[in-house]
T-cell receptor, first 109, second 116 residues
Framework: RKEVEQDPGPFNVPEGATVAFNCTYS??????FFWYRQDCRKEPKLLMS???SGNEDGRFTAQLNRASQYISLLIRDSKLSDSATYLC??????????FGKGTTLSVSS | EAGVAQSPRYKIIEKRQSVAFWCNPI?????LYWYQQILGQGPKLLIQ????????DSQLPKDRFSAERLKGVDSTLKIQPAKLEDSAVYLC??????????????FGEGSWLTVV
């Protein structure tokens, strides 16, 4: 079983739609959680960190449920520019980032 | 501030040949990572350095892959001999210190390897 599992996608949505991505992690020692965004043929870039209390950044909301070892990302009012692959990422103290396979989002007009 | 620099950006080699990739991290970043990303998958850690010491190389195929960071700054990743399944993007990344919340990791643009 992979340490980080994500919905495979792809998700194809119209502009303005709300879309949610889910992710589970298997190691209960994981302490830090992130969503990274990767555009086609580009490097991954940090989208947002994920905190137990939940956090929001504009149209993006991230949630963490430690008991269920579950992470989510909600994108409201999707834009064409949101089209990308979204990578769920976890981290333990002193270790490198562990990436999920990624979920591809395609927003169409 | 300059980002993580990698070269070459693209390389095509035949199987059984060798290749080397170079990485210059962000100035002052003690931790350097090499990740392998195969098409359609997430990045997978190959090796992690803290200054010039190896922190984690458990997923590095040591029969063909090697990496070094002799002076604690630049790093090279070598593959010899290459196999078809090594075709991937090799991403170098750096962070101020060992990863964790608040310690952002920055990636270079990657070195794209095609083995034919």
């Amino acid at each position: 079983r992979k340490e980080v599992e994500q919905d495979p996608g792809p998700f194809n949505v119209p502009e303005g739609a709300t879309v949610a991505f889910n992710c589970t992690y298997s190691n209960s020692a994981s302490q830090s959680f992130f969503w990274y965004r990767q555009d086609c043929r580009k490097e991954p870039k940090l989208l947002m960190s994920v905190y137990s209390s939940g956090n929001e950044d504009g149209r993006f909301t991230a949630q963490l449920n430690r008991a269920s070892q579950y992470i989510s990302l909600l994108i409201r009012d999707s834009k064409l520019s949101d089209s990308a692959t979204y990578l769920c990422v976890v981290n333990r103290v002193g270790t490198a980032l562990i990436f999920g396979k990624g979920t591809t989002l395609s927003v169409s007009s | 501030e300059a980002g993580v620099a990698q070269s070459p950006r693209y390389k095509i080699i035949e199987k059984r040949q060798s290749v080397a990739f170079w990485c210059n991290p962000i100035s002052g970043h003690a931790t350097l990572y090499w990740y392998q990303q195969i098409l359609g998958q997430g990045p997978k850690l190959l090796i992690q350095f803290q200054n010039n010491g190896v922190v984690d190389d458990s997923q590095l195929p040591k029969d063909r892959f090697s990496a070094e960071r002799l002076k604690g700054v630049d790093s090279t990743l070598k593959i010899q001999p290459a196999k078809l399944e090594d075709s991937a993007v090799y991403l170098c990344a750096s962070s101020l210190n060992l990863g964790g919340s608040g310690n952002t990791i920055y990636f270079g643009e990657g070195s794209w390897l095609t083995v034919v």
